[in-house]
């Protein structure tokens, strides 16, 4: 916990001087820690000069900000119109079979999160998913049940 | 003898499809067989369909493979691509395949082309004159230029962009800004992506042309978290950039200050909207504002702000090179120049077309997009993202052009056009429209925040075929409340995808196809 703190004062420090700081200090601490730590809050909010209220607004609005670390592996699978149009509804099985847990979940051991994502630009070669930030398109069904088989528990 | 430039994209489109293993194969090949090779990782040509899209650059030009997969490699060397000759995936010249010689391509003239990370590849390749004439002209000459080119928002709302920059030069301001909004979120667009991915400069181009033309100082990218590799390639861009001197204190020569800062989003789909993403860049919650005052009064950290979407600002590099005249000569209407469309989804020929306003629907999906990839009849388009319209063949006539789709209670919004076959449930269209409205919806106004969440129950009690009559007239209602109650087009234009989907898929939502056809035309024509 002391060392979170260390570093969550390292990157609010990296950030003084800088307008409108309150994003890129929260994409910062999430990269450094996986998560925005509820410790971390106050911390943000004294050195932006604001209350803790109001960064915690600012946390929870926003669906990348998580509040406790994803599993080892994030899997993302787009749920928007193009890809549905090419059966992401057949992959997101796919995948939750695979991996026995539903859309939203982490795999108890914590191997594993599961989400949606609503669009990741490749909407021409639907349907699409990020495995722990590789990109794979022309998906269906069996290909997502191989991705999630290749994850190392 | 200079090594063989072949081109593999480093696209994040053609890396789903496997392109950097390709690139790895081709070269462990040609290392193997001894030929000095350079490969490029360019951009996508935008013919997604071919991808990944291998071209070998011959004396004559450059010839095209696709779309090869890593165990293609083997073949395709042993059949002459060294050589630029093949059989089995040979396309012949790039610029000959049909789907880019019917294209009219100004902004994304080099995208595909040269090599995103050179800015001496997009000098050579016409980049950066029109920063160069930007500089040497007076900031209102800039402004008609743009203005008598008769450029509007690619963002979808289609305001004149001239209009827009003439409002911020001339307002009062210790300091202004230039925002470039590539907060690409609406499913079957990916014009901005592929932009900055595969042709950065323009961009950069395009936002120093505006800062010099509205008197901003500094200017803000904005790119949703989902583009890591977009995200990337413009942080490089404007590295490079700034050190070839076209940024920085002294913005290409001109004296005067510019830079450019990349602010990454954080998954809020309502950050498109230029008022929320303006509060996001401030580091608050992506809540609308309320307008008036407009961005070009009071936008940013209250200064007077150009807000555009990325598409626009990199038009303006053609308009300023090849004059207004040139960009305003093609069109349609009131919609002049041209507009990438994305042809998404269930369609055979995926990609990007750039081409003049005014090509019909039914041309774009049938005749350039070739049908549904399953073979199966198109049953329903829808064009402008999630809250745009779906629309049935019988309105395949409609031109692609705004107020053509406005006319027909549509939108192009951002140009994407997501195609689907017989199977799709249109009801169950609706539905996910509500529900995305839902859990997207910022919070701000109430016909949003709470009719997004009405609407799904509603819609789930019509596909449960419970009071689908009295439900539908209750729809109806909801939807007229939502598109003119709501402060921005995130809850006003949810009822476009819902009402259009009610309107001509009667059938879907459990009601008798002719009396629900009569009373939408009595309600919403």
Redesign the interface.
Known sequence: MQDQAGRVAAIVERFRGVEGAALPILHAVQEALGYVPAESVPMIAAALNRSRAEIHGIVTFYHDFRDKPAGRHLVRVCRAEACKSMGSDQVAQGFEQALGIRLGETSPDGAVTLEPVYCLGLCATAPNAMVDGKLSGRLDGTKAAHLAAGLQP | MSALRIFVPGD??A???GADDVAAAIAKAAATAGVSVDIVRNGSRGL??L?PLVEVELPTGRVAFGPVSVEDVPSLIAAGLFEGRGERLFLGRTDEIPFLKAQTRFTFARCGIIDPASLADYRAHGGGVGLMRAAALPPAEIVAMVAASGLRGRGGAGFPTGIKWKTVLEAAGARKFVVANAD???????A??MLMEGDPFSVIEGMAIAGLAVGATRGYLYIR????HAIARMKAAIATAGAAGWLGPDCAGTGRAFDIEV???????VCGEETALLE????????VRAKPPLPAHKGL?GAPTAVNNLVTLASVPFVLSEGPEAYAAVGFGRSRGTMPI?????IRY???FEAAFGVTLGELVKTVGGGT?TGRPIRAV?VGG?LGAYFPPALFDTPFDYESFAARDGLIGHG?V????DT?EMAG?AR?AME?CA??S?GKCTPCRIGSTRGVELLDAMIAGREVVKNAALLEDLCDIMKFGSLCALGGFTPYPVMSALRHYPGDFGLAPAATAEKEIATWA
Not at chain 2, 263 to 269: E, L, P, T
Not at chain 2, 280 to 287: A, D, L
Not at chain 2, 418 to 421: A, G, K
């Open positions: 994040a489109g890396l789903a499809v997604y369909w991808e690409e979120g609406d499913s079957g667009t990916f901005d992506r978290s989902e583009y890591p602010r990454v989003g954080a998954g809020a789909y996001s860049i401030e580091g608050e919650r992506g809540e950290f994305q042809l998404a989804g269930n995926s990609g990007l990839l829808q999630p994407g997501v195609v689907f076959d799709v269209m996910f995305f859990h997207e910022c």
